[in-house]
Nanobody, 119 residues
Framework: QVRLVESGGDLVQAGKSLRLSCVGS????????MSWYRQAPGKQRELVAT??????TNYADSVKGRFTISRDNTNTVSLQMSSLKPEDKAVYFC??????????????WGQGTQVTVSS
């Protein structure tokens, strides 16, 4: 059993910053890539940022230069969001590609954390 728990979602004004965190726990042998996705009402879930076990990062064009993804330790990932815009409002989901202890490699998802940006 593997669990991902996000935290940090909040209501903020446009232009402000917010930091999301995600902690993995359970039968984790190792974690390959960790990512943040988001889903706005009525829209498909989209990839926001990814960081590999080696530290390589990738960002959606819409957040480049404003968001920073980091691995705080092997099982924790954060998303520092700056210069937030109303269009950043969404539920943000953490995802991890987990090598399960004595098991396969599986992509897991957290339950999501709400980010609301007021104009």
């Amino acid at each position: 059993q593997v669990r991902l728990v996000e935290s940090g979602g909040d209501l903020v004004q446009a232009g402000k910053s917010l930091r999301l965190s995600c902690v993995g726990s359970g039968s984790i042998f190792s974690i390959n890539a960790m990512s943040w996705y988001r889903q706005a009402p009525g829209k498909q879930r989209e990839l926001v940022a990814t960081i590999t076990s080696g530290g390589s990062t990738n960002y959606a064009d819409s957040v480049k230069g404003r968001f920073t993804i980091s691995r705080d330790n092997t099982n924790t990932v954060s998303l520092q969001m700056s210069s937030l815009k109303p269009e950043d409002k969404a539920v943000y989901f953490c995802s991890a590609t987990v090598v399960v202890t004595r098991g396969p490699t599986i992509q897991y998802w957290g339950q999501g954390t709400q980010v609301t940006v007021s104009s």
